[in-house]
Structures are given as structure tokens and as C-alpha cells.
């Protein structure tokens, strides 16, 4: 078949490669724009950019899509289908109308369930069983199109959104070179998604970000899993050079009690409103890599009774 696939993350990158190794014309890739990154903050094409670019396949940029320029310049792509994966970008429907089959999307969540932006971290903050990917066909609602193919993957406990996240990369891009070539044999059938379920996965912000230890310890934990590795739940705390923000990567649940925030013990316990937790994994700001907490309480020399903020 002839595709434009649209994609900009690393979660994109294995899906362009499968439909491209399954001997799909790929017309274009659509990524957004090489930004800034890394110290010397010199312009840094997305991994779907460079993927692409390895493979010797077109890449097109666009700041918008929304003008008779960009919608001239996808039409003249003639393509069967569009494959879209965390392309990061509203398509007008006079793009999603252009492909012969309409525009495909591979989507991190289970619909209704989690429409938005961030599916994968909402499905472990909010301490979900399961999630998974499903093909859906784009329409002009957010995420509220019709569903063909779907699979689920177990959320462990303990599971990060990152972990999660590299399960369902190698799943979304097999789903997806099944869902074409069922498509390409006219067999792909598209159900309504539910009116009932429906939860919006908000985009996260910085804010939410920071650690409120008088929450449950079940819920400090999902929100500290959920979070991993981007942004990174965080705390701020003094370690002797004035306060200093650390981030907490991973952490379980545990038996514990004391004013929340109050370190409990040398495993890096920490009080919370309801129980406590043990904090597995830990970043200091300019630290390099990640600690454990044994080894984090040694570098810090925090004593015990010592608040997390």
C-alpha cells in the first residue's frame, strides 16, 4: 500500500519500521520540526526524523496543516492510507478526508478509556490492571473514533510508565502491520467506541509533578511509577548545599508510619498519610544516573526523622 506515516517519538519509530520492512510504499514521513536539546542546545531532529532518514525516505516538517499549501502537498502524496503514531499535531479533516482509507492511529490506551495525551502515564497514576494499543480511524473528535484492532498488556505492580511504555511499543508497531495487511485484503472492520468509560488523559503538567507524601502510599507510589522516567516525580530537599530538587523514579507501597514525608528508616522509607513507601530509585539534579535509595541516603546523608518536602 501507499502510506504517509506521521510520527515524532521513539514510541513511533518501531511502527516505521514495520510497515517499511512489510514492503509498504512509505510516500512521506511527517515528523515535527528539529528542536533544541543537550547542552549546546543545537537542533535535534526527532527519532522518527532520523529513522526516516536512515531508511532513504522522505521528510516533510510542516509547521501547520492547516493551510491550502500543506493540504496540496499531502494530496499530491496519493496515498491508500496514513498511519498516524504520536505525531504531536492536529490533522484538519481536510487532511484526515485525503487518504483513500482514511488516516489509521496507533493509540496507548484502551478506548474509551484515556483519550488524550497521556495515556500511558494516566493508566499508572490511576493504578489500572491493564492497558494497551488499539487502531482506530482518526476522526476530527479527540480520540473518539471507531476501533479495529486492539492489545492488551498487563500493568504489574511496580510497573513504570516507561516500562510500560517499551511494552507497548513492539506491540503497537505488530498491531499495526497486521491492521494494514488486513486492511490491504479489505478486511478490516472498525467498531463504535463506547459511550460509557470515557476518561481524557491530560497532558502532564510540572506542577503535578512534585510529591504529596499525604496521600495513601498506594497512591504516592502510582503517582511516583506514573511519572518515570518523564517528567519524574519530584521532592525538594536540603542535602547540605541548600534545597535541591530530587527526583524519585520507582517506588512500592510498604508498612510504615509517621508524619508524611518523614524518612523512616535506612531503606529510604518515607511516611505517608496512609502507610508508606520505599523509594527504589532516586536523581539527583546534575547527578548523572539514578540511585538506589540505600545508596542515595549515603551520598545525601540524610538522618533519620529528616522531612522530604
Not at 252 to 257: D, H, Y
Not at 262 to 270: E, F, P, V
Request: proline share 6%; aromatic share 4%.
Amino acid at each position: 500500500m501507499r502510506v504517509v506515516f506521521m510520527g515524532t517519538p521513539d514510541f513511533a519509530v518501531p511502527t516505521l519500521a514495520r510497515l517499511h520492512a512489510d514492503g509498504h510504499v512509505i510516500a512521506a514521513v511527517y515528523t515535527r520540526a528539529p528542536a533544541k536539546a543537550g547542552r549546546g542546545m543545537a537542533l535535534r531532529p526527532s527519532p522518527v526524523h532520523a529513522r526516516a532518514e536512515a531508511l532513504g525516505l522522505p521528510v516533510l516538517t510542516p509547521g501547520t496543516l492547516k493551510t491550502e499549501e500543506a493540504a496540496a502537498t499531502f494530496a499530491g502524496h496519493e496515498a491508500d492510507v496514513a498511519v498516524v503514531v504520536a505525531y504531536g499535531m492536529l490533522l484538519p479533516q481536510r487532511i484526515l478526508d485525503l487518504p483513500r482509507h482514511g488516516c489509521l492511529n496507533l493509540h496507548g490506551s484502551l478506548l474509551p478509556r484515556w483519550r488524550g495525551a497521556a495515556p500511558i502515564q494516566r493508566a499508572v497514576m490511576a493504578g489500572d490492571a491493564e492497558s494497551g494499543v488499539g487502531v482506530m480511524r482518526m476522526e476530527a473528535g479527540l480520540d473518539t473514533g471507531p476501533v479495529a484492532m486492539e492489545v492488551r498488556v498487563a500493568i504489574t505492580e511496580g510497573m513504570t510508565a516507561g516500562e510500560l511504555h517499551d511494552a507497548l511499543m513492539p506491540a503497537g508497531a505488530d498491531l499495526m502491520g497486521r491492521a494494514l495487511a488486513r486492511l490491504e485484503a479489505e478486511g478490516l472492520t472498525f467498531t463504535p467506541q463506547a459511550a460509557e468509560g470515557v476518561v481524557y488523559a491530560h497532558k502532564i503538567t510540572n506542577e503535578e509533578a512534585r510529591i504529596d507524601w499525604s496521600r495513601p502510599a498506594t497512591d504516592v507510589a502510582r503517582h511516583i511509577n506514573g511519572l518515570s522516567p518523564f517528567p519524574g516525580a519530584y521532592v525538594e530537599v536540603d542535602l547540605g548545599r541548600g534545597v535541591e530538587r530530587v527526583k524519585v523514579l520507582r517506588a512500592l507501597p510498604t508498612e510504615g508510619s509517621g508524619e508524611p514525608g518523614t524518612l523512616l528508616d535506612s531503606a529510604c522509607t518515607i511516611a505517608c498519610g496512609i502507610g508508606a513507601v520505599r523509594l527504589l530509585e532516586l536523581r539527583r539534579a546534575g547527578k548523572g544516573g539514578a540511585a538506589s535509595g540505600e545508596e542515595f541516603l549515603r551520598g545525601a546523608r540524610l538522618p533519620l526523622g529528616a522531612t522530604l518536602a
